[in-house]
């Protein structure tokens, strides 16, 4: 069945339907009706396809024929309970909703014009809103339309901690991600008046935060956010950089350390750093005390000193945490306060989730993307510079007129945003711009591009929202001399400024650069300011899941058939990690809030490697930065893994061995001291790590990893590891090596639902590599040769040299929804390129 759906995609079209429609709550559903359908049950992941109603049985029961997924063409039963009836069916359909819900507060002479300039933009996805408003807007449900909210930092008190509880989780269950200061708390060992006993540490409540959000994740339909922060100063940084080391610890929160330019110069000039924190028994304490150490001190309030440290050895503790985890993140927070345009009136505490808002106490804004791929013109090859003015003013009037509109549930939010009308325009597809551009993603020639564009974006928006102040009011704290100071406006064109000196401005900051994974997997381009993760992407088929090239890369082979894809066709992994960077800080030039990015770096990558993006990012003029390094979360647990012997097993002899009751077989346990081997195997599921110890020249245990800490993939070859190493140490005839031997013959030659290689070296299944490996590691003795590992070219950042393409292989991860291993890591995120599954 061909339906005219307004998308390029069957994933586009069902994401849309299943997230972003509104459904008949009656559901009363008649022969030919559209309805997503509940194909797979699953209590936190169920599985969803878009059928057309064929009959309507007895006991409430629907005959559907699927026209998505991989059932495509068949006829399922289902409850009506199980299925979904959208009212809405094509984009058009929404976007009229959408522009007649926020074009409502428009005044009656406009209102018409503005709604269909509304409609007109979204529905030719130019302009692609954030997922809260297309969920709520027009649909009269008391739904939030911002994505993010930053919440007062807790008071230092049991009370004050289980209020700020309550409100992140409001927040949450309404559909927003929070952003918590916890630098409030008082560190741990701190005396607490009143119960004669000691603080637990600001640290320890990190958990229960953290612990909350998981249950908003399981009790509502979309998953809680957190992001947790701590200021440099604080007496346990030390515990927060550490505290995701331990397993099952702050799972369901984004953590990152707020760093000050006068840490960065102790850190460059190798200087001294003091851990500090206001002292307790101050009778005004808990009055006063908020969080900012500044004004404390400014009121002259005493302060205790703890530890004076490096700042170097502090530094190189949270590089090395993002070496091998990707948190900590940093968040350049003096920076953040220095470019904001508020800096005047209301300081900024804490970022949101994904960190592309720097936020003050009840601080939200709401998030817009101008889809950056529809303004390419294949006539001029450039950028439909006309057309992309009208988008950027549309896009402004758009997210100023959503402050009016959303439902506001908390007072102080509503008035702080009264305040400041706070907004966030920002981009995507920026990626598949620059291929279609031939400009290579990262190249000097892209970021001389790269600042044209946003430069235009940034002076269209800010000439626009003068224009609206002229038409509604500037925001009420408006005042233009300081408003001026700030370190952005202080970039901008000179034009500009005398615009907004003269007539003011209709909100306090306007741009950012937000992730769009589910949006941007709906539009069918590159999600936000990103490159695409790789060049083919898996879609899941009744053969299992077949590699397809992006539309860009598929349109080119098209027009050139039998050629090879140009070098200026590049994914996250083709880039150094300093490439993503020079773009990240181009962009920031010209966005007045923040940005959400990931530095993709390959598993070579030194920690060394790390510290050196990090202080490039910093004098770049970064606010933040967020290195994933692949397979990194794998080799932390590898790390762990290597350290399981115990003082218990160091006593025992490596001879000796145990009855296991439960078992009734002989298992020799672990000696003090094994020696072994570590290979790297690529499969279809990524790189896997595999680790062979033996004593005494005869295997005796394999740890194996792949896929990231938790993962449902990881956790199967956990699994296989344990019974592998179960059998080799258990007592019996056979000798290791042939157990090990029959183990590779039984696994070889699985099949799974997706392959790779071609000839002698293709692989089956993610099982079929690992029994080859283990076969490679038999015939170690008899000349066979290692798994060798090419390390990456790094870049000359003074000479700007551009390295060679590294083409490295891109890993992913199974994805918790639809099982494909096409989960990947980007825009500080995970999504999925297969069903359109988002975390964020």
């Not at 059928?51 to 063409?73: C, F, H, S, W, Y």
């Not at 038999?778 to 000349?783: D, Y």
Request: some cysteine; overall charge negative.
């Amino acid at each position: 069945m061909e339906l005219e759906t307004g998308f390029s995609s069957e994933l586009s079209w069902k994401i849309f339907l299943d997230r972003y429609t509104v459904k008949d709550p009656q559901r009363a559903f008649q022969v030919g009706d559209l309805v997503i359908a509940l194909v797979e049950p699953h209590p936190k992941w169920p599985k969803k396809d878009v059928g057309v109603v064929k009959a309507i049985l007895d006991n409430n029961l629907l005959r559907i024929e699927l026209i998505t997924g991989p059932q495509k063409g068949e006829i399922i039963e289902r409850r009506q309970n199980e299925c979904d009836r959208p009212t809405e069916t094509t984009i058009h359909d929404v976007a009229r909703r959408i522009a007649k819900g926020v074009a409502s507060v428009e005044k009656p002479k406009v209102r018409k014009d503005v709604e269909e300039s509304f409609a007109r933009e979204i529905g030719a996805l130019r302009f692609v809103p954030g997922g809260r408003i297309w969920a709520g807007a027009g649909t009269g449900q008391k739904l939030t339309y911002f994505n993010c909210y930053v919440i007062p930092s807790p008071k230092d008190s049991r009370q004050g901690i289980v209020e700020t509880l309550g409100q992140m989780i409001e927040i949450m269950s309404r559909g927003g991600g929070v952003g918590i200061n916890i630098s409030s708390l008082r560190p741990s060992r701190a005396i607490v008046r009143g119960v004669n006993g000691r603080s637990s540490g600001a640290v320890s409540w990190m958990d229960l935060f953290s612990r909350a959000t998981g249950l908003v994740e399981q009790g509502g339909s979309r998953r809680g956010a957190l992001m947790l922060q701590i200021e440099d100063w604080h007496p346990d940084v030390w515990r927060f950089i550490d505290i995701k080391k331990t397993p099952g610890m702050v799972e369901n929160a984004n953590i990152s350390v707020r760093i000050s330019d006068a840490f960065m110069n102790a850190v460059k000039n190798d200087g001294d750093w003091d851990l500090v924190f206001p002292d307790t028994s101050d009778p005004e304490y808990d009055a006063l005390w908020d969080g900012n150490l500044e004004t404390w001190r400014a009121q002259g309030k005493p302060v205790i000193h703890y530890e004076t440290v490096k700042a170097r050895k502090l530094w190189g503790a949270i590089i090395e945490g993002a070496w091998q985890a990707a948190e900590p993140g940093i968040v350049f927070d003096e920076r953040h306060e220095k470019d904001s345009n508020s800096w005047y009136f209301n300081p900024l505490i804490s970022t949101n989730p994904c960190a592309e808002q720097p936020l003050p106490a009840w601080g939200v804004c709401t998030l817009g993307h101008i889809n950056l791929a529809a303004f390419y013109n294949k006539d001029t090859n450039d950028v439909d510079w006309d057309a992309l003015r009208v988008t950027v003013r549309m896009g402004t009037r758009f997210l100023d007129d959503i402050v009016d509109a959303t439902p506001y549930f908390f007072d102080q939010n509503y008035d702080n945003q009264q305040k400041e009308r706070r907004i966030g325009l920002g981009t995507m597809g920026l990626g598949e711009l620059l291929i279609r551009l031939g400009l290579r993603y990262g190249s000097p020639d892209s970021i001389k591009f790269i600042d044209k564009l946003y430069e235009f974006i940034a002076t269209e928006a800010y000439l626009y929202d003068v224009e609206l102040a002229k038409e509604k009011g500037a925001f009420p704290a408006f005042d233009a001399d300081k408003y001026l100071q700030s370190g952005f406006m202080q970039r901008m064109p000179e034009r500009v400024r005398e615009a907004i000196r003269q007539h003011g401005t209709r909100n306090v900051t306007i741009l950012t650069q937000a992730p769009t994974g589910t949006v941007g997997s709906m539009v069918g381009t590159s999600t936000g300011i990103e490159p695409f993760y790789a060049l083919t992407y898996y879609r899941q088929s009744r053969l299992g899941f077949d590699e397809q090239y992006v539309e860009v890369a598929q349109d080119w082979l098209e027009d050139h058939p039998g050629d090879t894809l140009p070098d200026y066709f590049v994914g996250a992994m083709d880039l150094t990690p300093e490439e993503h960077v020079y773009v990240q800080a181009a962009i920031q030039r010209w966005t007045d809030s923040s940005i959400s990015k990931t530095a993709n770096a390959p598993s070579t990558y030194t920690v060394e490697d790390t510290a050196r993006l990090y202080e490039l990012a910093y004098d770049l003029g970064c606010k933040g930065v967020t290195i994933y390094r692949d397979q990194s979360r794998q080799e932390q647990v590898l790390h762990l893994a290597d350290t399981t012997d115990t003082e218990e097993s160091a006593k025992t002899p490596a001879t000796a061995h145990y009855l296991d009751a439960n078992l009734d077989v002989e298992v020799f346990p672990v000696p003090a001291q094994v020696n072994g081997r570590t290979y790297r195997k690529e499969t279809p599921a990524g790189t896997a790590r595999v680790v062979i110890n033996e004593v005494d020249n005869n295997p005796f245990e394999v740890f194996m990893l792949l896929g990231r800490a938790g993962s449902e993939v990881q956790s199967f070859m956990e699994a296989l590891g344990r019974v592998i190493s179960l059998y080799l140490r258990s007592n019996g005839n056979v000798s290791p090596r042939r157990r090990l031997e029959l183990v590779s013959e039984q696994l070889k030659g699985i099949g799974g639902a997706n392959q790779m290689g071609f000839g002698p070296g293709r692989v089956l299944s993610v099982v079929d590599a690992i029994g080859k490996l283990l076969e490679s590691h038999l015939n170690q003795g008899k000349g066979e040769a290692a798994v060798a590992v090419a390390e990456p070219q790094a870049i000359d950042a003074a000479a700007g040299r551009v390295p060679e393409r590294r083409s490295a292989q891109p890993s992913y991860d199974l994805c918790p929804q639809c099982d494909g291993p096409t989960l990947i890591y980007e825009e500080g995120c995970q999504h999925c390129t297969s069903c359109g599954y988002s975390k964020c």
